[in-house]
């Protein structure tokens, strides 16, 4: 019989009283591997509760201590970072590869965090009238939530809590209700690294759990990822209960080929940004813009690098793109190829037709040629492997037509050109800017930066905006007489 999984309030697992239930699924297999509570406002504020009653004394924990607890982290997940891919992979079906890439870009944060000491000072002016000087002290907020999607189990909720916790804040997660198997871990991984309890807190469940945290009067700021709809819902009601807020969204990223770009290296990387993981990544390249007379070179690779992609379990070493998350999302992707076909776009690779593991959620990689911009397919996230080539004579169209998009995540460039990288780095709407690379995802270091309905707020998550959004900031003014 599958798991029942648990919260983890104060440093303990607890039992959840949920009456609803949802199924974790290993998404290769359809096998069930969890059974998760879909509780309410009850466990939030056991959690949020918690989670107080940790904070004064967390808060005033020598800051090179609480360093040191991310220091520790660092080498736990080091050490257990197999095992993590291993349960990304078995809950959400990417490749393990892929699984292992996503828990490194995980520890990056928490090397980030381990600077806290640097990263945390204050500012001083002395003298700024006579006797008087004026100093700046960051302080953390109180508790804060994060509530995550299911598409990055690990990396996801390490984009939170590290930044988090080491300013001295408290933490409530409500992972992914699809994905929830590797937060838990995580946060056993967290208490194993020596963090006093209820510092961080998790919580199960779906939207009530979520309304919750934002409704809370005893939560401070919260941190969010997730699809377009639920960021902007996330946003405006946690803000008009006077929290402060990062709400990260959906995408819809464009990729442009220029003709001087080097074809073979161009294709690799669109295959890897638009199949990677299925699609299921809000950085995954959705369009490309093919200018002037490399659009039939550029389709025709992309056909033949398509057709021969290996789908299958995401554990067998040779297989390049695994399933997609559940049955009904699978519906929706292959609905997508419906509505492209009837908008007459030219189908080039069917992702609905090949042989794959008949139980899992799988769906091939998908190709359409001739796609134009009011077109469906063009404009809404599908969030699989379907990916629109569009073909335009210029670049200076191409970057008008990747801007009527409402998103502005990621956008990538192809090209041997300088003058045309320049260009396109300063007139293309969007966040965060490639050049040759297929996924351009910020390192920890830099703010994961989305523009536009990618993200609703002011500061991002990661880099020195993840510490900004987490503190608050005291300026102090001091007079001393001298006689
Ligand atoms: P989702 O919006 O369905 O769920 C995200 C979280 O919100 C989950 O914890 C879920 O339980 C909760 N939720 C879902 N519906 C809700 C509702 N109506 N009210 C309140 N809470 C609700 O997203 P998902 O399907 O888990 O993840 C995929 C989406 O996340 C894609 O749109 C992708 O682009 C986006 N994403 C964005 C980024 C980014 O950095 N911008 C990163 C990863 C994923």
Request: charged letters at 20%.
């Amino acid at each position: 019989m599958a798991e029942r999984l648990q919260h983890s309030i104060g440093g303990q697992p607890t039992p959840a009283q949920a009456t609803e239930w949802d199924v974790v699924y290993n998404p290769a297999t359809a096998e069930v591997i969890g059974e998760v509570p879909i509780d309410d406002e009850g466990a939030v504020d056991r959690a949020v509760t918690a989670a107080h009653a940790a904070f004064a004394s967390w808060a005033q924990t020598p800051i090179l201590e609480r360093a040191r607890v991310m220091f520790r982290y660092r080498e736990l997940l080091w050490t257990h970072r197999e095992e993590l891919a291993a349960l990304v992979t078995r809950e959400h079906g990417k490749i393990l590869s892929d699984a292992l890439g996503e828990v490194g870009r995980g520890i990056e944060v928490v090397e980030l965090a381990a600077g806290a000491p640097s990263l945390l000072k204050g500012e001083v002016l002395q003298e700024v009238a006579h006797g008087v000087d004026a100093m700046m002290l960051r302080v953390p907020l109180g508790v804060v939530a994060g509530i995550t999607p299911f598409n990055f189990p690990a990396m996801i909720p390490l984009w939170m809590i590290p930044p988090a916790i080491v300013s001295g804040n408290t933490f409530v997660l409500k992972p992914s209700e699809r994905t929830p198997l590797t937060s838990l871990r995580l946060l056993e991984l967290l208490y194993a690294a020596g963090l006093p309890p209820g510092v961080i807190n998790l919580v199960h469940g779906g939207r009530v759990v979520v309304d919750a945290l934002l409704q809370h009067r005893g939560i401070r700021a919260i941190s969010f990822v997730g699809s377009q709809p639920v960021a902007e819902h996330v946003y405006r009601t946690a803000a008009a209960t006077g929290k402060r807020v990062q709400a990260l969204g959906g995408a819809k990223n464009f990729h442009v080929v220029m003709p001087d770009a080097d074809l073979a290296r161009t294709v690799e990387a669109l295959v890897a940004s638009a199949y990677g993981s299925a699609g299921e990544r809000c950085l995954a390249g959705s369009v490309v813009v093919a200018v002037g007379d490399i659009a039939d070179r550029l389709v025709e690779a992309m056909r033949s690098k398509a057709e021969l992609l290996r789908v299958g379990s995401g554990t067998m070493p040779e297989t390049e793109m695994g399933p997609l998350i559940r049955p009904v999302h699978r519906q929706r992707v292959a609905s997508y190829i419906d509505r492209g076909i009837e908008e007459g776009a030219t189908l080039v690779v069917d992702g609905r037709k090949g042989s794959y593991p008949s139980l899992g959620f799988f769906l091939g990689p998908t190709l359409f040629d001739h796609v134009s911009p009011e077109m469906a397919i063009a404009r809404e996230e599908i969030f699989g492997p379907v990916l629109s080539i569009m073909r335009h004579p210029d670049l200076a169209t191409a970057v008008a037509v990747a801007n009527q998009s409402d998103f502005g995540n990621t956008a990538t460039i192809y090209t041997n050109s300088g003058a045309a990288a320049r260009y396109f780095r300063d007139h293309i709407q969007a966040g965060m800017v490639g050049v040759n690379i297929g996924v351009p995802a910020p390192v920890a270091w830099f703010p994961f930066s989305g523009w536009k309905h990618s993200f609703y707020g002011d500061l991002h998550a990661t880099g020195t905006d993840a510490f900004m959004f987490y503190t608050e900031r005291r300026v102090m003014t001091t007079r001393w007489w001298s006689e």
